[in-house]
């Protein structure tokens, strides 16, 4: 049996919790104590998505003052390897931060203008619901309809929506890669009846 690899890189700017959202993914787990990730870190998890196996790999990647826009800069730099060939993309914000906003807008455009990878932005801290800057449907329509981008607000700190997460980035991707038996699949909205688990 072949297993396929789907390569994601998670990006954003410091203190948004891309680490806490992916391990709240792999491992039901929320630190309380932040703690900046310094270098890039990856997850192989094997994951069960529509009775297909996948072997997964996540990028935790530290922040890039910007993403390479050729290979020379890709190589050089250690956090930056592997980016430009990376199969989806999750750009993590804090709905409470304008700035982390304004950074995942870079990084999309920067990513964009190098290829055609799907992208999800995140919106973190749902739990902060009060303090944010903006209206979540304002930021919904901007990325999906400007963008053209999948867009989702999550909890890492209450495991809200980082499953449906994980489910629509595995969708967009199986998608994209042509392996899967709906082709009209959309990424946004078409997860409820697909199934997603770890091994």
Known sequence: MVVETLTVAVLGAPKVGK???????????????????????????????????????????????????????????????GLRNTDAFV?????????????????????????????????????????RFTSRQALS????????CGYLECSAKYNWHIVLLFKELLSSTVVRSGKSSHPAMRLQGALHRNRCSLM
């Open 91 to 131: 750009l993590v914000y804090d709905i409470c931060n304008l700035e982390s906003f304004e950074y995942v807008k870079m990084l999309r455009q920067q990513i964009q203008e190098n290829g055609e990878a799907p992208i999800i932005v995140v919106g973190n801290k749902r739990d902060l619901q009060r303090q």
């Open 141 to 148: 329509v901007l990325v999906k309809k400007s963008w053209k």
């Open 19 to 81: 680490t806490a959202v992916i391990r709240q993914f792999l491992y039901h787990d929320f630190a309380e104590t932040y703690r900046p990730t310094e270098g890039r870190y990856t997850y192989r998890p094997a994951v069960v998505f529509n009775g297909e196996i996948y072997q997964v790999k996540i990028m935790d990647v530290p922040f890039l003052t910007a993403f390479p826009s050729n290979s020379t800069q890709e190589w050089s730099d250690l956090k930056c390897r």
